[in-house]
């Protein structure tokens, strides 16, 4: 898999993100996706303790909850990188959210999004170079630590 | 339990512990981040001796963890950034010998008659 890492911080070329919002989206078909958090995200958030997602069925505007997360130092949103229907949610977080942070592209994605229109969403978003240069600027301009290893992060070197 | 959506919810949080005792401070701040992130609307009202914390120079000093690069005033200030709005009773900047141009920024002065047209006015408060 594409992948370039940047400051640690692992970045899948093949996945669309939010870099405002630290989200990321894959595509499953016409318009359905898996959203998670990045792997800079889940890094500035810590070891997370508890993943409260919205239930299957709620609607969100792009910018509007998925989800709380929580470690010891931090809590907040996970923000919806498109508009849409939640169709189906992570269970596992419940019982782990710590997954998030070992595995933030793979088992800790977080919701799965029935999209009002993707390629409206996806023109909000970047990939591919675009996403490694954005999170370049990104991480240099909030003087982001450096992202510590993920699960299968050999995988990535 | 059941797992009732609050989505737009008011929360009212009353801090009134402030920099004398340390463990007290976090806590309310991060109810509050948490109810904000629940996508609730969230004030802060800072009161008798929580208004010490918000004189510029002061929460800095506040630090629960050692070497964390967390201490009492980037708490406040996540707070703001998650859109936690932060009162101070205007009676409690006496009390303190504070002016208003002593508040850190970020913070507006609301009069006694406020906190209870708020109290009654949101829809839960959370007192500590």
């Given at each position: 898999?594409?992948?370039?890492?940047?400051?640690?911080?692992?970045?899948?070329?093949?996945?669309?993100?939010?870099v405002d919002?630290?989200?990321?989206?894959?595509?499953?078909?016409?318009?359905?996706?898996?959203?998670?958090?990045?792997?800079?995200?889940?890094?500035?958030?810590?070891?997370?303790?508890?993943?409260?997602?919205?239930?299957?069925?709620?609607?969100?505007?792009?910018?509007?909850?998925?989800?709380?997360?929580?470690?010891?130092?931090?809590?907040?949103?996970?923000?919806?990188?498109?508009?849409?229907?939640?169709?189906?949610?992570?269970?596992?977080?419940?019982?782990?959210?710590?997954?998030?942070?070992?595995?933030?592209?793979?088992?800790?994605?977080?919701?799965?999004?029935k999209t009002?229109?993707?390629?409206?969403?996806?023109?909000?978003?970047?990939?591919?170079?675009?996403?490694?240069?954005?999170?370049?600027?990104?991480?240099?301009?909030?003087?982001?630590?450096?992202?510590?290893?993920?699960?299968?992060?050999?995988?990535?070197? | 339990?059941?797992?009732?959506?609050?989505?737009?919810?008011?929360?009212?949080?009353?801090?009134?512990?402030?920099?004398?005792?340390?463990?007290?401070?976090?806590?309310?701040?991060?109810?509050?981040?948490?109810?904000?992130?629940?996508?609730?609307?969230?004030?802060?009202?800072?009161?008798?001796?929580?208004?010490?914390?918000?004189?510029?120079?002061?929460?800095?000093?506040?630090?629960?963890?050692?070497?964390?690069?967390?201490?009492?005033?980037?708490?406040?200030e996540m707070?703001?950034?998650?859109?936690?709005?932060?009162?101070?009773?205007?009676?409690?900047?006496?009390?303190?010998?504070?002016?208003?141009?002593?508040?850190?920024?970020?913070?507006?002065?609301?009069?006694?008659?406020?906190?209870?047209?708020?109290?009654?006015?949101?829809?839960?408060?959370?007192?500590?």
């Open positions: 898999m594409a992948h370039e890492k940047v400051n640690g911080c692992v970045i899948l070329k093949d996945l669309y993100y939010n919002n630290n989200t990321w989206v894959r595509i499953i078909d016409d318009s359905t996706v898996a959203v998670g958090m990045t792997d800079v995200a889940q890094n500035l958030a810590g070891p997370l303790l508890h993943a409260k997602t919205k239930k299957v069925g709620t609607g969100r505007k792009l910018g509007k909850p998925i989800a709380t997360v929580e470690s010891g130092k931090y809590v907040g949103p996970v923000k919806s990188p498109v508009t849409g229907e939640i169709t189906k949610i992570n269970d596992a977080l419940s019982s782990d959210a710590g997954l998030i942070n070992k595995s933030p592209y793979n088992n800790g994605w977080i919701v799965e999004m009002d229109d993707l390629s409206a969403d996806l023109a909000t978003m970047v990939s591919g170079d675009d996403a490694v240069a954005a999170y370049k600027e990104k991480i240099e301009r909030d003087n982001i630590q450096a992202c510590e290893q993920i699960e299968g992060a050999d995988t990535y070197d | 339990m059941e797992d009732q959506d609050h989505e737009g919810k008011k929360i009212l949080v009353i801090q009134t512990h402030g920099v004398a005792t340390p463990t007290r401070t976090y806590s309310p701040l991060f109810y509050a981040m948490a109810a904000a992130a629940m996508e609730m609307e969230v004030m802060v009202w800072f009161t008798m001796d929580g208004t010490n914390q918000l004189k510029k120079g002061e929460a800095e000093k506040v630090q629960l963890v050692k070497d964390s690069n967390v201490n009492l005033k980037t708490m406040l707070a703001m950034d998650s859109e936690v709005e932060l009162r101070v009773c205007q009676q409690s900047l006496e009390l303190w010998d504070m002016q208003p141009e002593d508040l850190i920024d970020g913070v507006d002065i609301l009069g006694a008659t406020s906190i209870i047209d708020l109290s009654l006015s949101y829809d839960h408060v959370m007192y500590f």
